[in-house]
């Protein structure tokens, strides 16, 4: 101890005591070092010893008294199907509707779909004129579709009868419907799986209306329908002549703006009245 350290009085001990802290010196030395690497490889190690004891032990009882498997289960005809499954079974079923009401008997019946339809209230198969023209095509039905089992019946379809009225266009003039005919659980996204068994009921139905003209709402329905992929404002105010195999002429394809996204982005209003004119237009040739 030198000169310096006995005139330290106790404040000054403490005081160099917090600066060493505060420098990340708060271990006291000792006479031979700790490899402290060693130590955490030891922890591991340990702890995977320990890991593959469960696991052979888990392994041993297996062994020596392994249950019996269990049947297999047949699944009950309420039971929902398996994607495969469903989509076979929807498409033997839409082979048998010769009409609208048809298919909407046969929709209300199937039963390959689980928890999206029996999560929802009501099926919502279209509304307006079935013998139009033109056709407008959504993604799912809003919540006061559900309930009503009405399509667009929510403020988005009245914004949507606000948008054709301005063109003098009413659902006289169109049969409008949804890519899925069931509103999913808290309005989710469907499935990939339930898409494509909904897609052989739409097709079904765009077969059995024989529009000149779909127009569709947003990019999902114009994605699933051509089995493309694409952004709405990509794709918007552009027509597309599709011919589907099932139909004997070509279709004229819109992709324009769902109406619930104008009403969240009021400035893409201005893109779709482009839109609206350009539909007006078109529909004068029919």
């Known amino acids: 101890m030198d000169q310096h350290d006995i005139e330290m009085t106790i404040s000054d001990a403490i005081s160099a005591l917090q600066w060493q802290i ?152 169109f049969f409008a419907s949804n890519l899925v005919f069931w509103r999913p659980a808290g309005g989710s996204s469907p499935t990939d799986g339930q898409l494509a068994v909904c897609k052989i009921f739409i097709e079904k139905q765009i077969e059995l209306i024989q529009p000149k003209m779909i127009i569709c709402l947003g990019a999902k329905p114009v994605n699933i329908l051509l089995n493309q992929t694409g952004g709405i404002s990509r794709m918007r105010g552009k027509w597309i002549e599709h011919k589907f195999e099932y139909l004997n002429n070509s279709i004229h394809i819109m992709p324009i703006f769902a109406p619930l996204s104008l009403i969240k982005t009021p400035a893409q209003k201005r893109l779709a009245w482009r839109d609206l004119l350009e539909i007006q237009q078109k529909s004068k040739a029919f």
């Open 22 to 173: 505060e420098m990340g010196a708060d271990e006291a030395l000792i006479d031979s070092p700790v490899d402290r690497y060693a130590s955490v490889i030891a922890q591991q190690e340990a702890k995977a010893a320990a890991a593959r004891a469960v696991v052979d032990q888990a392994r041993t009882q297996s062994s020596i008294a392994k249950p019996a498997a269990p049947a297999p289960m047949r699944p009950s005809p309420s039971a929902p199907l398996g994607a495969a499954e469903a989509i076979e079974a929807a498409r033997k079923l839409v082979e048998t509707c010769d009409s609208l009401d048809a298919l909407k008997t046969a929709l209300e019946g199937f039963e390959g779909l689980g928890t999206l339809k029996t999560s929802a209230s009501n099926t919502v198969f279209g509304d307006g004129n079935p013998n139009a023209d033109i056709m407008i095509i959504g993604e799912i039905p809003e919540k006061q579709d559900d309930v009503s089992g009405r399509a667009f019946s929510d403020r988005g379809g009245l914004l949507l009868d606000k948008m054709f009225n301005a063109i003098h266009l009413t659902r006289e003039n």
